[in-house]
């Protein structure tokens, strides 16, 4: 199964779900990152994850860039054929989700992070924003909300589905993001080289060097305390944003005795050399700087909005201030520079919560389970490890199986001429085939999870008469598009005037397929036996199947079963294909 996550730039990757590619990795799946090339590439390939260039991907507001962008996206779903599309971010989020659906891939999952609106926005702002979010989530099959503020307002808006909206939360690594792993010469260290003197108290800030993080108002904030408490400030700058900090005012901040670190992967032990965390933004999903600080047992400032009011449970971890206050962010750090102790207390409380809450693990099952479900309601098989020894039970396929059928023949027999019909139409006939009189499909399972099938009629011109009386037009609909290819509707007509090609041979096994991991199980054995003793049960004393000449290993593996080389026939003009027959 192939799975690829689409951001605006590598660092979203690295930062925000690279653990979510690792465990579609761990799961099975041939996993890829979708981003503008960058620093983190490298790092992201070293962990076993392909990355895919998308040269014109930017985080600023540049509509030539985007439709680039797109464009490139288009190309990369087209030739690579994910099943599974997985977007973020506010830019990719909407044309990916959009794409990935028009481009057939079979299961588009979106996180939001954070909704690009905040209540304290314009109205028209916010509308947009919603407006947008509510077309682009129609083109998904999940949506995995961070914020539990921003799944009530989806909600109580009718912006998404809400059968197919779920609650994602967010997490971190607690077993990296915790205090007992650095001691006091460590602490000591760090605090020496950043020129900390004793006495002095520690402020930091994580984050990229834009506005939307409040680094003007806590600018302002730290001109009017007093030298004994040090802010630094750990994050890299990011150009492409409209609200980029002008460089006149980071170098006036540096003057002011500011510590700009830069980009920094090792945070967790920068953290264990802070007192205090500081978040004053504007909007926030659900900032995972301020649930690393609360991991590490540091008691945090950050500003009364959603995302940070999910961290900071105010007076117990933390302080919530005002956003765009500088005077409310100077009195809360003040007030906890002053108090170690109430220091002491919060930051207990924060490891606390974090321990409670916060478990980035969680936030993967909740992915993958999600990924989980779609596939099998979409008829993709999931990745599943099966026990060697177990054999395949065989059942009778339902109207559920049919999506995983035409999957699966869309897949394995990808050269035929009916899945070029699409799913849709092949989902049809399978369902057709599963409740006709003179149809068998039957399903293998391992351990529970479907992983071949096979289907067969008594009399297969039947079969197709029916099929074309009963859902002809709905079938036709479906595959429109691609019937209005002159040499595509000449083989469907082909198709519908098929018949016995060797006489006395109504009875056919239509198609078979099993996943590649089940291969050589004995799926295609017990499948093929099950079925052809089902149709000798309603009176085919023959049976029989045709195959393209030149695929040597599918007529191998019917003979092993007893069908024996009958002669031949050309279904599509141009097309020679070996017929086999068995016998009862």
Do not use: C
């Given at each position: 199964m192939k799975v690829a996550h689409l951001t605006t730039v590598d660092l979203s990757l690295k930062f925000l779900v690279f653990p979510q590619l690792l465990g579609a990795r761990e799961a099975g799946c041939d996993v890829c990152g979708i981003s503008a090339p960058g620093p983190w590439v490298a790092e992201i390939e070293s962990g076993g994850i392909r990355h895919i260039p998308l040269p014109s991907s930017t985080r600023g507001m540049d509509?030539?860039?985007?439709?680039?962008?797109?464009?490139?996206?288009?190309?990369?779903?087209?030739?690579?054929?994910?099943?599974?599309?997985?977007?973020?971010?506010?830019?990719p989020g909407l044309y990916g989700r959009v794409l990935g659906r028009l481009a057939g891939v079979p299961v588009v999952i979106n996180t939001v992070h954070g909704l690009y609106a905040a209540p304290h926005d314009p109205l028209p702002k916010r509308l947009l924003v919603y407006a947008l979010e509510a077309?682009?989530?129609?083109?998904?099959?999940?949506?995995?909300?961070?914020?539990?503020?921003?799944?009530?307002?989806?909600?109580?808006?009718?912006?998404?589905?809400?059968?197919?909206?779920?609650?994602?939360?967010?997490?971190?690594?607690?077993?990296?993001?915790?205090?007992?792993?650095?001691?006091?010469?460590?602490?000591?260290?760090?605090?020496?080289?950043?020129?900390?003197?004793?006495?002095?108290?520690?402020?930091?800030?994580?984050?990229?060097?834009?506005?939307?993080?409040?680094?003007?108002?806590?600018?302002?904030?730290?001109?009017?305390?007093?030298?004994?408490?040090?802010?630094?400030?750990?994050?890299?700058?990011?150009?492409?944003?409209d609200d980029a900090l002008p460089r006149d005012l980071i170098d006036e901040a540096r003057t002011n005795g500011v510590r700009f670190l830069g980009m920094r992967s090792d945070v967790d032990g920068l953290y264990a050399a802070m007192d205090l965390f500081v978040l004053p933004s504007h909007r926030e999903g659900y900032p995972r700087a301020a649930m690393e600080a609360a991991s590490m047992g540091l008691p945090i400032v950050a500003s009364d909005i959603r995302g940070c009011r999910e961290v900071v449970a105010d007076t117990v971890n933390g302080l919530l201030v005002p956003v765009l206050s500088p005077a409310a962010i100077a009195a809360a750090l003040d007030a906890l520079a002053a108090?170690?102790?109430?220091?002491?207390?919060?930051?207990?409380?924060?490891?606390?919560?974090?321990?409670?809450?916060f478990d980035e693990s969680r936030v993967v099952q909740i992915v993958l389970e999600t990924y989980r479900e779609v596939s099998r309601r979409k008829g993709l098989a999931w990745p599943t490890a099966h026990d060697p020894t177990t054999r395949p039970a065989i059942r009778h396929a339902t109207a559920d199986d049919a999506a995983f059928c035409a999957r699966l023949h869309a897949d394995a027999i990808s050269t035929g001429f009916l899945p070029r019909l699409g799913h849709r139409f092949l989902t049809r006939l399978?369902?057709?085939?599963?409740?006709?009189?003179?149809?068998?499909?039957?399903?293998?399972?391992?351990?529970?999870?479907?992983?071949?099938?096979?289907?067969?009629?008594?009399?297969?011109?039947?079969?197709?008469?029916?099929?074309?009386?009963?859902?002809?037009?709905?079938?036709?609909?479906?595959?429109?598009?691609?019937?209005?290819?002159?040499?595509?509707?000449?083989?469907?007509?082909?198709?519908l005037r098929y018949d016995d090609p060797v006489g006395d041979t109504p009875a056919e096994l239509v198609s078979m397929a099993v996943l590649p991991a089940a291969r050589r199980r004995g799926v295609a054995d017990a499948l093929g036996a099950r079925l052809l003793t089902e149709l000798a049960a309603k009176g085919a004393?023959?049976?029989?199947?045709?195959?393209?000449?030149?695929?040597?290993?599918?007529?191998?593996?019917?003979?092993?079963?007893?069908?024996?080389?009958?002669?031949?026939?050309?279904?599509?003009?141009?097309?020679?294909?070996?017929?086999?027959?068995?016998?009862?």
């Open positions: 509509p030539m860039a985007d439709l680039r962008a797109a464009w490139e996206l288009w190309r990369i779903l087209r030739r690579e054929r994910f099943d599974i599309l997985h977007t973020h971010n506010p830019k077309i682009a989530s129609r083109f998904s099959d999940a949506e995995l909300i961070q914020s539990p503020e921003d799944l009530a307002l989806l909600h109580r808006w009718h912006i998404t589905p809400r059968r197919r909206t779920r609650l994602l939360g967010n997490g971190v690594d607690l077993s990296r993001f915790d205090p007992a792993r650095f001691d006091e010469d460590h602490r000591r260290h760090l605090r020496a080289e950043w020129g900390v003197e004793d006495g002095q108290v520690v402020v930091g800030i994580v984050g990229r060097l834009v506005a939307e993080k409040g680094f003007p108002e806590l600018f302002e904030a730290m001109q009017t305390l007093g030298p004994d408490i040090v802010l630094v400030v750990v994050g890299p700058d990011d150009p492409d944003k108090d170690p102790a109430r220091r002491a207390a919060m930051g207990a409380a924060g490891r606390k919560r974090a321990l409670a809450r399978y369902r057709s085939i599963i409740g006709s009189d003179e149809g068998v499909v039957l399903i293998a399972d391992l351990d529970g999870t479907p992983v071949g099938f096979v289907a067969g009629t008594t009399d297969t011109a039947e079969l197709y008469r029916r099929f074309v009386r009963r859902h002809g037009i709905t079938a036709g609909l479906s595959a429109l598009p691609r019937l209005v290819r002159p040499s595509t509707l000449r083989r469907a007509w082909e198709t004393g023959r049976v029989r199947v045709v195959v393209g000449d030149a695929n040597t290993a599918a007529i191998s593996a019917y003979e092993h079963m007893g069908f024996v080389t009958a002669g031949s026939v050309e279904v599509h003009r141009g097309e020679r294909s070996v017929v086999l027959v068995w016998s009862a």
